[in-house]
């Protein structure tokens, strides 16, 4: 029976665990009769037990891979790594294996090849040809060689990645072929051509070719790198492999990306039709009642609902509570109300109720929403939307949240909105200096400069479901009437920010996010025209977000003859 040993070097920047390391290492596990983790990130008593090892190494973040690699080697000691027919040294910089990486150990050894690896970088005016670290093999012969020990045992701790590469990565294999020593990788890249690639590393800059020769692992820089590629190589890589692609949407919503880059947001249309696990905790519902005529929209909803939840209204004057009484009579529904004032809209109602809603898992946030300037148009198209995105649909929504990494459903884009070009760039702008100064007062670990992002997936309406622990940090700003604005509310208001900012904190809690679907199917070309049109004539930039508002709505007006 060959025997093999795996020394695998792990890190993550927020002392986290991505699925994609568990899922490698437990593929890999039947291969190797001993595997040694070295972890270069703090890992958590949790994430630790969920890791598939034989010795765990905790190490200082210090020396990159290979003096990680170098501290494991030492562990085990030269005298028990020579019993061994190879030793693999791997990182967890790529998605896979996507294949079985089985016949490609027993094919290698028996060719009796010296060292083999994933992919080679042919030579260049600046580095020579060599494997790739992220993994490689070196077999028997290598692992009792003076040359391989001394290598090892002079590792020296380089704070310069580049350093690195020149004088461990890239030198290792100049020095065993110049030894003799034979290797071969599983895609050569050196005779491979490389006309129209910025940079001759296949591993990094030509994922499609990586995908196409089904090479079993898929570096996670190159799918950070082509993004706008990124959509067609997955989807290709999904016909073609048993991976779960999902672990590679979450590992870079997680921890390499905002959470709306174009290709993740591909991925975010919650699926109804996927049958979770009743969720079987209590939920906390929040209508914020302004307009009570408009209860029965919502009450009629709430009565349908199967699973268990706590009902709390707010609202402005206690002239108001009489109202929603009877309307909760009617409906055979029971809620405490709280009379909150009429400052903040819903959002800081729903702030106020924290002592309240900290006790819930998961919360549903709604209100009685109108617009003064065109109800019709903007006011009641746009919360009829959202209640058919988020009301209607909440029994298959709730049950969602039997996922523990559900962190917030959202609605997608209302009708209204898909015709009418009101949220751009120039109007959003006015609201990321706001976006930056509420991500600021919350501390948020992860960075983020909302005034570099020109437009934000943001929650319409404030309307959503969502876990308390996602948004924690809202709520623990304890803001007052004192932070929001006198009513009419500018443009670019803390409650605007807090709209869409609500994916971005529920991200900073390394929470997934989910978009439930509009039902009124638009085609895309709608959203082409509406931000293509001309507008030539149209100093937009002369127009602030509310009066711009209004110029659409006459524009309307006019074209249905309601006003000259």
Not at 45 to 64: A, M, V, W
Request: glycine share 2%; net charge negative.
């Amino acid at each position: 029976m060959t025997r093999r040993i795996l020394f695998y070097v792990h890190f993550n920047k927020y002392n986290k665990l991505s699925d994609h390391v568990v899922f490698q290492l437990n593929e890999m596990r039947l291969l190797f009769e001993k595997i040694i983790v070295v972890s270069n990130s703090q890992l958590s008593p949790n994430d630790l037990s969920r890791l598939t090892y034989d010795e765990f190494i905790q190490r200082k973040n210090s020396g990159f891979d290979f003096a990680a690699w170098s501290d494991g080697i030492e562990h085990v000691g030269w005298e028990e790594l020579i019993k061994f027919d190879s030793v693999t040294l791997m990182n967890d910089t790529c998605f896979g294996p996507l294949y079985d990486m089985q016949p490609y150990y027993e094919n290698y050894e028996a060719e009796a090849v010296d060292f083999w690896g994933i992919t080679n970088h042919r030579e260049t005016k600046t580095i020579s040809e060599h494997i790739q670290s992220y993994f490689v093999v070196y077999h028997k012969k290598i692992i009792e060689s003076n040359l391989f020990q001394s290598f090892w045992e002079n590792i020296e701790i380089l704070s310069d990645v580049q350093e690195v590469i020149v004088n461990y990565e890239t030198s290792l294999t100049s020095e065993l072929i110049k030894m003799g020593y034979q290797y071969k990788t599983i895609l050569d890249t050196v005779s491979l051509p490389i006309s129209g690639m910025l940079h001759p590393d296949f591993s990094y800059w030509n994922p499609s070719v990586i995908v196409k020769e089904k090479v079993p692992f898929l570096k996670i820089k190159a799918v950070q790198a082509f993004k706008d590629m990124t959509p067609l190589v997955l989807s290709e890589l999904e016909r073609q492999s048993d991976y779960p692609i999902k672990q590679i949407y979450t590992h870079m919503s997680s921890f390499v990306e905002y959470p709306d880059e174009k290709y993740l947001l591909a991925d975010s249309y919650l699926n109804l039709r996927d049958i979770k696990d009743k969720f079987v905790k209590p939920v906390a519902i929040h209508l914020h009642a302004f307009y009570t005529d408009l209860l029965v929209e919502f009450f009629e909803q709430f009565v349908r609902y199967e699973f268990q939840y706590d009902l709390f209204i707010t609202t402005d004057i206690y002239e108001k509570r009489a109202e929603i009484e009877r309307e909760l009579a009617e409906f055979k529904l029971r809620a405490q109300i709280f009379v909150t004032g009429n400052v903040g809209r819903d959002v800081l109602p729903m702030l106020k109720l924290k002592d309240i809603l900290s006790a819930y898992e998961v919360i549903g946030h709604f209100h009685t929403k109108k617009s003064k300037e065109a109800d019709f148009l903007v006011g009641e198209s746009w919360r009829k939307d959202l209640i058919d995105m988020l009301v209607k649909p909440a029994n298959q929504i709730v049950s969602q949240f039997s996922n523990p990494k559900l962190g917030l459903v959202i609605a997608d884009i209302p009708t209204f909105f898909r015709y009418n070009e009101i949220v751009n760039a120039t109007n959003e702008a006015q609201i990321a200096p706001h976006m930056n100064e509420l991500w600021e007062r919350m501390a948020l670990d992860k960075v983020v400069d909302f005034t570099q992002l020109s437009t934000f997936v943001m929650s319409y309406g404030t309307f959503g479901w969502f876990r308390y622990d996602a948004l924690h940090q809202l709520f623990d700003l304890n803001l007052t009437e004192s932070d929001v604005p006198n009513e009419p509310l500018p443009q670019n208001s803390i409650l605007h920010a807090i709209e869409r900012s609500l994916i971005y904190i529920s991200w900073n809690n390394f929470y997934e996010f989910k978009i439930s679907q509009n039902v009124m199917r638009l085609t895309p070309f709608i959203d082409v025209k509406t931000m293509n049109k001309n507008t030539s004539q149209i100093d937009w930039n002369s127009l602030g977000g509310r009066k711009a508002l209004k110029y659409l709505i006459k524009k309307i007006l006019i074209r249905l003859k309601l006003v000259k």
